[in-house]
């Protein structure tokens, strides 16, 4: 995830530097790109003739850049360049969304597109094939599901894939899931040819610059993407200014994994599916379906994969949200401590990706063997609350459940926030924002847990420690930000929601009350590079 460092000195002075160094700093010095000083504007005055920039903040806010830490590149930048039916109201304005797309990209091999959430339409029913084959005029269409466990797909695409309606997971003229839907996956996005690739994480790359975000962890996999978008995306990152790239490859053949230069054989390495789709695995049926959903590996399979990765130094990590299937990773772990001590695979700082229905005893056992939480909080605003899609799925009372960032803090669980994007947008203050007005009251964490969780959390996700702060020897890696005043938010109403007493000595935040203005980001800069400048800055 290394960035060549800028050669060049720069002063930022006259605003807010969020720092635990100084709570009350100012300015910043940054040297081979790398924090060289924090500190108070009268002091600032020393380093102004020996620096080669100097940057007149004008009462903007500095703070670390965020890291988001679970990420699809390319089906993000596909998202932002192609057809996003995420706004989609009805499935009826999901129609005609696909029949200007395909009048649009009449050479396109194959149509892509994204987001429609047939949850949230008046009659809850997805495009039947008959309404995308009349739409596309007959052509090859994939459309994700919002959380790209299932999708909507044309006969003619259908007809690109031998066998996919012998496959698990087909089912005539209803949205694809498991085996059935990987395949078309596979033959959809492998019709996206190098440059159109290029592109689309070119622009998935500038979009997280132009939001604050300095590093993404992509999650990618043999079930997910291919090979050639992974290496190519990593090379892309290498090789032009942008956010840092750490790569996960979701794959039991961890020798594969390293390879190809993933940090780990982690990510989306599927334990079950999603909620939304009806394929994540449940210990009792969903409240709208009779099943429990899809398991794609056992307790044994997840101690297998863990011990393989221990003893061979990679990080190993799972996608698990329902709570059969955090069941599977717990139990596994417990296998392979018992295997490989304690101690060792507390070390290795092994990931779990959603880990959405935890239980007590699922958050004890987390906390137990160091495993890092990479959890989305958009998920709750999206999906949360008495009327949301959780309730359809499990019923309100497990519904309320999900997602326990305070438990996970109070347990000493690390944690590192992410999107998902395309499942949800990279947003990071709103991630922030997410976290701190949970639609579970007593799920709710303070602002500043949730920031730290959505900046050093990520780094210390792939064993970084000395980053994602702004202090002397870090890497200079920020962003500016124009907002209004800076406050200490706390998530319980029992006491003061927040504190602009200067005598607290802890760093402001915005305000990110709902309803709230967030803050704008001006310039992002990655291991003292600029990789985003804005216009009005």
Not at 113 to 133: F, I, K, N, Q, V
Not at 231 to 245: C, K, M, N, Q, Y
């Amino acid at each position: 995830m290394s960035t060549p460092p800028s050669t060049r000195t720069v002063l930022l002075r006259r605003g807010e530097v969020h720092s635990p160094a100084d709570p009350f700093a100012t300015a910043m010095v940054v040297e081979a790109g790398h924090v060289a000083w924090v500190g108070s504007e009268g002091a600032a005055d020393a380093f102004a003739d020996g620096v080669d920039e100097v940057i007149d903040l004008d009462g903007a806010l500095v703070t670390p850049a965020f890291t988001d830490a679970h990420v699809h590149t390319t089906s993000t930048g596909l998202a932002l360049t192609g057809l996003d039916l995420t706004a989609a109201r009805t499935r009826e304005e999901a129609l005609t969304l696909v029949r200007e797309h395909a009048e649009a990209r009449p050479t396109d091999r194959v149509l892509l597109g994204h987001g429609w959430d047939a949850a949230r339409w008046p009659d809850t029913r997805p495009p039947s094939r008959a309404e995308l084959d009349e739409a596309t005029g007959g052509r090859p269409l994939y459309l994700s599901r919002i959380d790209v466990h299932s999708a909507a797909v044309s006969t003619a695409l259908l007809d690109l894939v031998p066998g996919v309606r012998d496959r698990a997971g087909y089912t005539p003229d209803e949205p694809l899931t498991r085996d059935a839907h990987h395949a078309v996956r596979a033959a959809a996005l492998g019709a996206v040819g190098p440059q159109q690739r290029t592109e689309a994480q070119r622009a998935a790359l500038r979009h997280a610059a132009s939001l604050g975000i300095g590093s993404i962890h992509e999650c990618a996999g043999p079930d997910i993407s291919s090979e050639d978008d992974f290496t190519g995306l990593l090379d892309l990152a290498r090789s032009e200014p942008g956010p840092r790239v750490a790569g996960y490859w979701a794959d039991r053949d961890i020798e594969r994994a390293r390879a190809l230069g993933a940090l780990g054989a982690a990510g989306d390495l599927f334990v079950d599916g999603a909620l939304g789709s009806h394929t994540a695995c449940l210990h009792a049926p969903y409240a709208d379906a009779e099943h429990t959903g899809t398991g794609y590996l056992s307790a044994a399979d997840v101690a297998a994969h863990v011990v393989a990765c221990t003893e061979a130094g990679l990080q190993a990590g799972f996608h698990a949200i329902g709570d059969a299937a955090v069941t599977a990773v717990v139990d596994g772990m417990r296998a392979a401590a018992e295997r490989v001590g304690l101690a060792r695979v507390r070390a290795a700082r092994h990931r779990v990706e959603h880990a959405e229905m935890l239980t007590p005893e699922s958050v004890a056992a987390f906390a137990e063997f160091g495993l890092t939480a990479s959890v989305q909080p958009a998920f709750d605003a999206l999906w949360g609350g008495e009327d949301g899609m959780y309730a359809d799925r499990l019923g309100a009372g497990r519904a309320r459940t999900l997602n326990p960032f305070a438990a996970l803090l109070r347990a000493g669980v690390p944690l590192a926030f992410g999107s998902d994007s395309p499942v949800t947008p990279l947003d990071p203050w709103g991630t922030v924002r997410a976290a701190a007005f949970h639609r579970t009251p007593e799920h709710r964490v303070s602002v500043r847990a949730a920031f730290t969780a959505h900046t050093r959390g990520g780094w210390r996700a792939v064993g970084r420690d000395d980053a994602g702060i702004l202090v002397p020897g870090a890497p200079a890696d920020y962003a500016v930000w124009r907002t209004d005043e800076l406050i200490v938010q706390a998530p319980d109403d029992r006491v003061a929601r927040w504190s602009t007493d200067p005598r607290s000595g802890t760093p402001g935040l915005p305000d990110l009350s709902p309803g709230a203005q967030l803050p704008v980001c001006l310039r992002t800069v990655v291991s003292g590079q600029p990789v985003f400048v804005g216009l009005d800055e």
